[in-house]
């Protein structure tokens, strides 16, 4: 750009003024003025990006003090809180406590990444004056309040996942804002213990901490690995990155596990009581322990991956060494194992979930696109209806307590089954950890260009190069391993006819988005190469997963036709390798570029084997590729039907919120009601901002979450093979982001998710959801809620005339939320039955 200058003056070269001199110069501006003046306010959109260069994966800590054996039960062995759990009593509580506090702060300080505190006794039921259900001091409580004070963090996670509520953590923040406490745990209507009226899901907090209080209670036993992974899809996920947490606190109970017998077949804390694992005497649940280390990768997309595991539960001592060691591994950033497909939800967990939405639907706006039956209208029972009614029928314990035989225990039975089920895990999660990360790159691929005297395209070389520069700034280019390319026959597996591959010239027909020259049918076989190299890396165990930096893209080329500036489907072909060469009978092909991958949908559009998932834009139709049969009714064919999932956004220009709203109410839970064996990514970056494409506004950080999200499927055998994208900046950013999870680094949060959520998007995931009911369970915890609340009446003995008497009771909408006026209405309620 020039400036002709003053007359009879040589033109003379203008400079830009770089985003800091401006910055520096209106600032000075500013204070320089006498008069108020127009306030100016910079944003680099490519801050988070740019930060993303200094966050890299720190080490895990354990915390473990021997001294915690001395405590044990003197008058009775077989008392399942015992010492055998980690391998007197006052110092044994002090020691936890103190191993707590250590652990979390180091995490909070970012001394390490993450890390477990093995310590006992728990916690999570001890009160502010009072010891309970084995716990003296609470540990995770006490943790996150010295965080705060201390102002190591603002926002604190706790995610209780032990089979018994953890009243005491309940209370310590029942009123605060600060500290959002999340439980899933046995409840059964009142009747498991605590057996308390407040482990109830309307019990949400009060004062400014309304909302901040997450009850899930699970009224019924034997549950599996699919009822929790609803939830953590439909409600942890989606609360938990609107609150975005400083940490994660993890309150580990392992008493959900098999075999357990109370269960029937900014930091996020986690209270790890492993009680719910099958097996567990106290638990009686039918959760493995691989869910664990599934919980713990999706948690670690939150608050930058720092979470401090707590122990809590968990008394069956196979699954809960099994459960521990699956939690290790992913804090360790190991693959997690394939877990079966879910094939089935409980229908009292949908109704516990779809109670909790109802209960949380003004207090959250990730719950925005959940419909609801109006006030004026009572719910009739359809299938497709929620009703919202809370139910109590529990008694809390009243002294005296007992304090022999007043435990479960399995029967030699059951000792024996649980025990070599366990064993049977522990074969089934034998990956390795420390696999690399390869990558593929040849510089022939940039030989791929427009004609001399044709019109420049967005697909052009320097979206490589810019890539390339962007993981030597962010030190990547030294952290994966790079192999070179060698040209390999795919025919075999090539989905394209014969004649259209070899009808691939110089002289053919060029377009405005396919234009080729003497170099491109090369770039074509390299690139497609690249992707069969990455295939052969991972499934012969060398390298756990690939990035293939190739061009030109592929997801738009069909059987006998070039578009999109695509000419060899290079997923699909990576695909058909995979079945053919490797027998791979699950594959998931994520597909997230703006634009619909017509020609991938083409030719997988009558498998069950592979199921392909694509986000795109889509303008009823009217979007690139145009009359494409990409809505969401097209849901594959034959044998396929069922496995092609189009999510497609209409109007709005769709952001950081649709997207990552897409991928946990929609991509999450039909990958895993498929399971997949490998992943693949067809990875688009053109819905990222200032796309000349695109038009969308996804932030560079965002792509990161997605393969955060898509890490645990596939024992973490995935590959990213570049689509679209074709600002290069935001393009070089988003890549090296994902790279760097596939390393294992932590991701930043994009700002303000959820905060504005499209009415347009709102309306197609509603739309997906609806569709694939019919294929999948798991979405049948979205229904119809409805907003007028009932409370069940509690009858201890049903008589003729209780039948004609009223049964339910409908609450003032407006106070349903306050747990003083349902206490209050119960009593009344039931009072009257006594009567």
């Not at 879910?342 to 229908?347: A, G, R, W």
């Not at 690249?530 to 190739?550: E, F, H, P, W, Y």
């Not at 950081?656 to 688009?684: C, H, M, N, R, W």
């Amino acid at each position: 750009m020039s400036d002709p200058g003053p007359s009879g003056s040589p033109p003379r070269r203008v400079v830009r003024e770089s985003l800091r001199a401006l910055m520096a110069r209106k600032k000075k501006e500013l204070q320089e003025s006498p008069e108020p003046s127009t306030s100016y306010t910079l944003v680099d959109p490519y801050a988070n990006a740019t930060a993303s260069n200094y966050i890299t994966r720190g080490q895990t800590g354990i915390c473990y003090d021997n001294e915690c054996q001395k405590h044990r039960c003197e008058w009775d062995d077989k008392y399942p809180e015992n010492p055998h759990r980690l391998t007197h009593t006052f110092d044994a509580a002090c020691r936890a406590l103190s191993s707590v506090i250590n652990l979390v702060t180091a995490v909070a300080k970012r001394e390490v990444q993450n890390g477990i505190a093995l310590v006992r006794p728990p916690g999570h039921h001890a009160m502010h004056e009072e010891y309970n259900g084995y716990c003296f001091f609470n540990n995770v409580a006490i943790a996150a309040e010295v965080c705060i004070k201390d102002h190591l963090a603002s926002r604190i996670l706790i995610v209780d996942i032990d089979v018994h509520h953890g009243q005491g953590t309940q209370r310590m923040f029942y009123g605060r804002k600060d500290v959002l406490y999340f439980s899933i745990h046995r409840y059964e209507h009142g009747t498991f213990w605590p057996n308390l009226l407040e482990s109830n899901f309307n019990y949400i907090g009060q004062g400014e901490g309304l909302g901040y209080n997450v009850n899930i209670p699970l009224n019924a036993v034997g549950l599996t690995d699919d009822d929790y992974l609803a939830i953590v899809f439909s409600i942890l996920l989606p609360v938990g990155y609107e609150f975005n947490p400083d940490l994660i606190i993890v309150s580990a109970g392992y008493d959900a596990s098999v075999g357990c017998p109370e269960f029937n077949p900014d930091l996020i804390i986690v209270c790890g009581g492993y009680d719910a694992c099958l097996g567990d005497e106290k638990g009686r649940m039918n959760v493995t322990p691989g869910f664990y280390s599934h919980l713990i990768t999706l948690l670690s997309g939150m608050a930058r991956g720092q979470i401090a595991v707590c122990l809590e539960g968990g008394y069956f001592l196979p699954t809960l060494a099994e459960g521990v060691a699956m939690t290790l591994k992913a804090l360790l950033g190991g693959p997690c194992p394939i877990l079966d497909p879910i094939k089935n939800i409980h229908p009292s967990v949908i109704e516990s979930i779809c109670n909790v939405k109802r209960a949380l639907l003004n207090k959250w706006n990730c719950f925005k696109f959940c419909e609801t039956i109006p006030l004026s209208e009572v719910p009739v029972n359809e299938p497709d209806e929620h009703k919202f009614q809370i139910s109590y029928v529990g008694e809390p314990e009243r002294p005296p307590f007992p304090t022999r035989k007043c435990y479960p225990e399995n029967t030699g039975l059951e000792l024996n089954y649980f025990t070599k089920l366990s064993k049977t895990f522990r074969e089934r999660y034998k990956a390795a950890v420390n696999l690399p990360v390869y990558c593929v790159f040849d510089e022939k691929m940039l030989l791929h260009t427009p004609r001399p005297g044709d019109f420049i395209r967005p697909e052009k070389p320097e979206r490589l190069t810019s890539i390339l520069k962007m993981f030597e700034e962010f030190g990547i280019d030294k952290r994966v391993v790079k192999i070179p390319i060698f040209r390999r026959d795919f025919s075999a597996y090539n989905p394209h006819g014969r004649e259209y591959f070899d009808s691939i010239n110089a002289d053919m027909e060029q377009t405005k988005d396919v234009y080729v020259n003497e170099h491109t049918r090369d770039a074509i076989t390299i690139a497609a190469s690249g992707l069969l190299l990455l295939a052969d890396s991972i499934m012969n165990g060398t390298a756990r997963c690939g990035v293939a930096l190739i061009r030109p893209p592929g997801h738009h080329a069909e059987h006998n036709k070039a578009m999109g500036f695509c000419f060899a489907n290079n997923i699909a072909i990576a695909a058909n390798y995979l079945q053919s060469r490797y027998k791979q009978q699950r594959i998931l092909i994520v597909d997230f570029d703006i634009h619909h991958g017509n020609g991938t949908q083409d030719i997988f559009y009558q498998s069950k084997k592979v199921m392909y998932i694509s986000i795109h834009r889509d303008e009823d139709g009217k979007f690139f590729p145009a009359d494409s049969a990409r809505n969401y009714t097209y849901d594959g064919h034959g044998c396929g039907q069922g496995f092609n999932i189009n999510i497609p956004f209409n109007k709005s220009k769709m952001g950081d919120t649709e997207y990552i709203a897409a991928f946990q109410s929609i991509v999450l839970p039909a990958a895993y009601s498929f399971s997949p064996q490998v992943v693949l990514v067809s990875a688009g970056f053109d819905a990222g901002i200032n796309d000349p494409l695109g038009g969308y506004q996804v932030n560079p950080e965002t792509f990161g979450h997605f393969i955060q999200m898509l890490k645990p499927l596939g024992e973490g055998r995935m590959i990213l093979a570049l689509e679209g994208g074709y600002n290069l900046t935001t393009t070089s950013y988003a890549m090296a982001i994902c790279t760097k999870v596939l390393l294992g680094d932590p991701v930043i949060m994009p700002k303000n998710v959820y905060k504005k959520f499209s009415l347009d998007a709102c309306e197609t995931l509603r739309n997906v959801i609806g569709h694939f009911k019919k294929y999948y369970k798991i979405f049948e915890t979205n229904k119809k809620l409805s907003i007028t609340p009932f409370l069940c009446k509690k009858v201890d003995k049903f008589t003729k005339d209780t039948y004609s008497s009223e049964l339910y009771r409908i609450l003032d909408v407006e106070k349903v939320e306050f747990s003083d006026y349902v206490e209050s209405e119960m009593k009344d309620f039931n009072a009257s039955a006594e009567q």
